[in-house]
């Protein structure tokens, strides 16, 4: 590798138009590629088309394929998605535990090392937007639709189990509850509940997205590689980096990245049906769930022709927004001591039951670790091209240590507050208002539920909705961005044309697998694809400190 300076275009050698130059100094790899070399470039029916040829042909095929399949074949492709998820988190669950840890190691070691001073985009880069916008974009895209989905579910569901204590048929633990629950004690049953559910949204799945994020940023803005995933690998791969082994790694990417889209539009659309229902009676049916993922994403189209700057900020600080006041309009009519007293307790637990959450060997919690942690794991991982791609693609002119820690330590602290507030509250109503309605509604109900037993119940569910419908938007809106990028060989500036497609497949997926088999379905399409990834992701925490080590310090 050698220093190159920008030419009096403004751009490096070894970079083009849809990746900008570093500013100041930086290391870039000298190859002969030139980003979008590869594409095919044309006009057709009047539209504009800047593709990888062979990347985008394969994935698009086989996706159509997989979406006709689905729908002719639902029976069939349930049972297939159920069997497939089951074998994968009954004999590799410590993979994706063993990844988990590997991705929060190496984070925590880059954030206190000198590696920590290089600055993304060149040593005299500056940031392209504020901490307001920065940080509504990294929350909004990484995990909007979960955290209201799950926010009330899973505490209470983690509560119960530990609770209710362990279970043994044939030698065999039967119960759902993490680690060795907590028979019989209340408060350690709480205790117990919040930290499980805090370690399934707290460091690692940040790790996750952090490591692709970083890796993307470096290769792509300090090392002026394209912005797609094998460009992460050239440390290793070299030159062949750019034929089929590079095919390959982004065709994974584009698989991973849609399903994990799918299987968050799927929740969302569930969610957001039910809470119709709950508040409007409209029919909670497989059309209702349709009609509204072909108008969430004709919505989102719009974003998309708007673009990022436009588009998926402005939602995403809409976004922050309501759930702002939605969290603390739950916090000021909710039980307020016990939320505020909570949060520093359940980070106290947290922390205290970190090593034996994480731990990938000798578990006797099978069906915690592998029926909850084993898909949260593939979920996070399937989600992370994405969401890295796009983290990467806002977080210019940070430094890694600034980067890491925005992206690593303040979102953790962030979801163990909503965490708090939303499953502490429901909690709350059945230990001291002895209301069961949380625990016996549907999964996709509990937050409304919940929310029905405080004030303006009507406005605050509401609220809910437009939440999750919006953080659709922008998950949808984000990752055809994505995904373009590396359908279009790593550009940043391929026709729009070719994002609306994008959107328009990930609908179509959420689709299919909702009618193929509902949440299993989607819950094993994010395990089958998370699993390659996972693999690929370890390797890539050895490049990005190798890539880190040849980058001058900013000062």
């Given at each position: 590798m050698e220093k190159h300076a920008p030419d009096e275009s403004g751009t490096a050698p070894g970079t083009s138009e849809g990746v900008p130059a570093p500013e100041g100094p930086a290391n870039l790899i000298d190859t002969d590629y030139v980003i979008g070399q590869d594409n095919i470039t044309t006009r057709t029916f009047g539209v504009n088309v800047d593709l990888h040829g062979k990347v985008f042909t394969i994935s698009s095929l086989v996706i159509l394929v997989f979406v006709i399949l689905s729908l002719a074949l639902q029976q069939e492709v349930g049972s297939l998605f159920g069997d497939v998820r089951n074998w994968l988190t009954t004999h590799l669950t410590w993979v994706f535990l063993l990844g988990g840890n590997v991705f929060v190691l190496v984070c925590l070691g880059l954030i206190v090392s000198p590696l920590g001073k290089v600055r993304i985009g060149g040593a005299h880069s500056k940031p392209d937007f504020s901490y307001s916008g920065w940080f509504a974009m990294l929350f909004a895209a990484g995990m909007g639709i979960g955290l209201m989905f799950y926010g009330v579910s899973e505490p209470i569901t983690h509560f119960s189990t530990s609770l209710a204590g362990t279970t043994v048929e044939g030698g065999v633990r039967t119960d759902w509850a993490p680690l060795g629950g907590a028979a019989g004690d209340e408060q350690a049953a709480i205790s117990l509940g919040m930290a499980a559910t805090i370690f399934h949204w707290g460091l690692h799945p940040w790790a996750t997205y952090a490591i692709v994020g970083l890796s993307l940023a470096i290769f792509a803005f300090n090392k002026g590689l394209p912005l797609t995933m094998r460009s992460v690998f050239y440390p290793i791969l070299g030159e062949r980096v750019w034929g089929w082994p590079g095919h390959v790694i982004d065709i994974l990417a584009v698989f991973a990245t849609l399903f994990g889209l799918a299987t968050s539009l799927g929740l969302g659309a569930s969610q957001a049906t039910a809470g119709l229902n709950y508040l409007f009676d409209t029919p909670a049916t497989n059309t209702t769930m349709v009609l509204l993922i072909c108008g969430i994403t004709a919505v989102a189209l719009l974003s998309v022709v708007a673009g990022v700057d436009?588009?998926?900020?402005?939602?995403?600080?809409?976004?922050?927004?309501?759930?702002?006041?939605?969290?603390?309009?739950?916090?000021?009519?909710?039980?307020?001591?016990?939320?505020?007293?909570?949060?520093?307790?359940?980070?106290?637990?947290?922390?205290?039951?970190?090593?034996?959450?994480?731990?990938?060997?000798?578990?006797?919690?099978?069906?915690?670790?592998?029926?909850?942690?084993?898909?949260?794991?593939?979920?996070?991982?399937?989600?992370?091209?994405?969401?890295?791609?796009?983290?990467?693609?806002?977080?210019?002119?940070?430094?890694?240590?600034?980067?890491?820690?925005?992206?690593?330590?303040?979102?953790?602290?962030?979801?163990?507050?909503?965490?708090?507030?939303?499953?502490?509250?429901?909690?709350?109503?059945?230990?001291?208002?002895?209301?069961?309605?949380?625990?016996?509604?549907?999964?996709?109900?509990?937050?409304?539920?919940?929310?029905?037993?405080?004030?303006?119940?009507?406005?605050?569910?509401?609220?809910?909705?437009?939440?999750?419908?919006?953080?659709?938007?922008?998950?949808?809106?984000?990752?055809?961005?994505?995904?373009?990028?590396?359908?279009?060989?790593?550009?940043?500036?391929?026709?729009?044309?070719?994002?609306?497609?994008?959107?328009?497949?990930?609908?179509?997926?959420?689709?299919?697998?909702?009618?193929?088999g509902g949440l299993d379905a989607l819950q094993a399409a994010a395990v089958s694809t998370g699993f390659p990834f996972i693999l690929l992701l370890m390797v890539a925490c050895y490049t990005i400190i190798k890539g880190l080590m040849s980058e001058p310090k900013s000062v």
């Open positions: 436009k588009g998926v900020r402005r939602l995403s600080e809409i976004n922050m927004v309501l759930a702002f006041l939605l969290l603390a309009f739950v916090i000021a009519v909710g039980p307020t001591l016990a939320i505020a007293t909570g949060f520093f307790e359940n980070l106290f637990s947290y922390v205290k039951d970190l090593p034996a959450l994480s731990n990938p060997f000798g578990r006797e919690d099978a069906n915690f670790s592998q029926g909850w942690t084993a898909f949260y794991w593939a979920w996070w991982v399937s989600w992370s091209p994405f969401v890295g791609m796009f983290i990467a693609r806002v977080s210019r002119g940070r430094t890694v240590r600034e980067f890491l820690i925005a992206v690593l330590l303040i979102p953790t602290l962030v979801s163990v507050l909503w965490m708090t507030a939303f499953g502490g509250t429901a909690i709350h109503q059945v230990v001291a208002d002895g209301f069961e309605g949380v625990q016996s509604a549907a999964l996709e109900l509990q937050l409304f539920t919940m929310l029905g037993q405080l004030p303006l119940t009507t406005i605050t569910s509401s609220i809910g909705i437009v939440l999750v419908i919006v953080f659709f938007i922008t998950s949808s809106d984000s990752g055809s961005l994505v995904i373009d990028s590396i359908t279009a060989g790593g550009k940043v500036d391929a026709p729009k044309p070719q994002r609306v497609f994008w959107a328009i497949i990930e609908g179509a997926i959420a689709i299919a697998l909702l009618l193929g």
